[in-house]
DNA sequence: CGGGATCCCACCGGATACTG
DNA sequence: CAGTATCCGGTGGGATCCCG
């Protein structure tokens, strides 16, 4: 009677590791939901801090107005950090936070694909 | 006067480094864009051969028509293909192509960084 | 079952002007 | 410079109906 119930529970565990797993990257994705909060955190990993109008240049196409809003919410997450500084006029600096910090894997993993994913498209 | 020119492109070529990192990080995300695809792919990825039902089931939220042109979009980038089988009613697998899977690495890191950005948040 | 066609609206996001 | 306010269009995306 053990067998049986042992390779149910083991089907359900398989179940609730895949919904696990899609939850997870679901996860993920709500963070770094929109259009351009990954752009801006490559932007920060790999320029380190970075000033409004920097990150405007870097971020090819994004208007003010979303860049405030998508920096707004990844400081939300503590994902980066806003520093004003008290010159005139006003100077503002953005970095990553140890914590955003942690999404470089990700991002180095666009990276690469997005490398040979060029070469792929224009190679041949 | 060697000295002048090296250092000049050296700074050059960093300038050239870091545009080409963005853009590359770019390229991905434009193959990958739109609210639902990285969703799509983790479960074939995780799932393998997928029915049309069940990747609505699986992609959380997701309606027929955006499943439909998220579907259409990856196929034409040739990260998945379509089968359909003569049966009554018709039944309509997709699966991931090998190049399809290339982007495995970027969901795993993703399904990494949810599972532990999960624990931080819940876990205190 | 696997979608396409149509209708419709919220809101994403751009352009411009303005403020501290 | 670093945004905010306002206006406004495009489209992402839901609901419903329909067809092979």
Redesign the pocket.
């Known amino acids: 009677m053990l067998k049986p119930d042992m390779s149910k529970k083991a089907i359900i565990h398989d179940a609730d590791a895949c919904k696990g797993k899609l939850r997870s990257v679901h996860d993920t994705l709500d963070i770094l939901s929109?259009?351009?909060k990954i752009s801006i955190i490559s932007s920060l990993s790999i320029n380190g801090k970075r000033?409004?109008?920097?990150l405007?240049r870097d971020v090819e196409?994004?208007?003010?107005?979303?860049?405030?809003?998508?920096?707004?919410e990844l400081e939300i997450n503590e994902l980066l950090v806003?520093t004003?500084y008290d010159t005139k006029?006003?100077?503002?600096?953005?970095e990553l936070t140890p914590y955003g910090k942690t999404l470089q894997a990700i991002i180095y993993e666009m990276s690469i694909w997005g490398i040979q994913h060029r070469k792929r498209i224009t190679g041949r």
């Open positions: 929109g259009k351009w000033r409004f109008m920097e405007q196409g994004i208007g003010a107005k979303m860049l405030s809003k998508e920096l707004k806003r004003v006029p006003v100077t503002v600096e953005y």
